[in-house]
């Protein structure tokens, strides 16, 4: 199994654990909010990353350096949490747990990411459609684009929902083509 693998399957556990509190506390929306902007500090400070993975910093100061950074920032219960990760040394999985509650999150709020390779910005018309069209591909009652443009493309655009991928992009096609002429040689 591998390293990415083997730390997926430590964090659904925390991940359903934390759902199941902000279910019963009816704060999901809260705690999506709050794990956002911890997962944005954490990527944007490579210290802070470093000093969560070291293992001879102590729990005790571990634990002060998250109430002084995220007290008053984010819900109480989400600090409770982190705090329990520290005491189970699992901080060093935070990254992975959040990854898995927004998934299971989105799966209980029927929420489907789809992700958008695309040659030129879309507008918000071409966005609302292809929300549309996803949202009935899918039957989720929400959909949530996430857009990365790639000029290579040339024209169309990459969906990507899951495993499943749809491409009509002509960077594709021409592949597609290219993989044809050489089968037949």
Do not use: C, W
């Not at 709020?109 to 609302?128: F, K, R, Y």
């Not at 990507?160 to 009509?168: E, N």
């Amino acid at each position: 199994m591998s390293s990415q693998g083997f730390m997926s399957k430590i964090a659904i556990p925390y991940a359903e654990a934390l759902v199941e509190l902000g279910s019963n506390a009816s704060a999901l929306d809260q705690i999506n909010q709050d794990l956002s902007l911890i997962s944005e500090i954490l990527n944007q400070s490579q210290e802070l990353q470093t000093f969560f993975y070291n293992p001879l910093i102590t729990t005790e100061i571990k634990k002060n350096v998250v109430n002084k950074l995220f007290t008053n920032r984010v819900d109480s219960l989400v600090i409770r949490f982190l705090l329990v990760l520290i005491d189970r040394r699992r901080i060093t999985l935070l990254d992975a747990i959040i990854s898995k509650y927004l998934e299971l999150v989105y799966q209980l709020q029927s929420i489907v990411i789809a992700e958008v390779l695309t040659p030129v910005i879309l507008t918000d018309v071409q966005q609302s459609a292809l929300m549309s069209k996803i949202k009935n591909m899918t039957n989720s009652k929400t959909v949530k684009l996430v857009i990365t443009i790639k000029p290579m493309l040339i024209a169309g655009f990459i969906i990507k929902i899951g495993s499943k991928t749809i491409d009509t992009s002509l960077y594709g096609r021409l592949k597609h083509i290219s993989a044809y002429l050489n089968a037949g040689s």
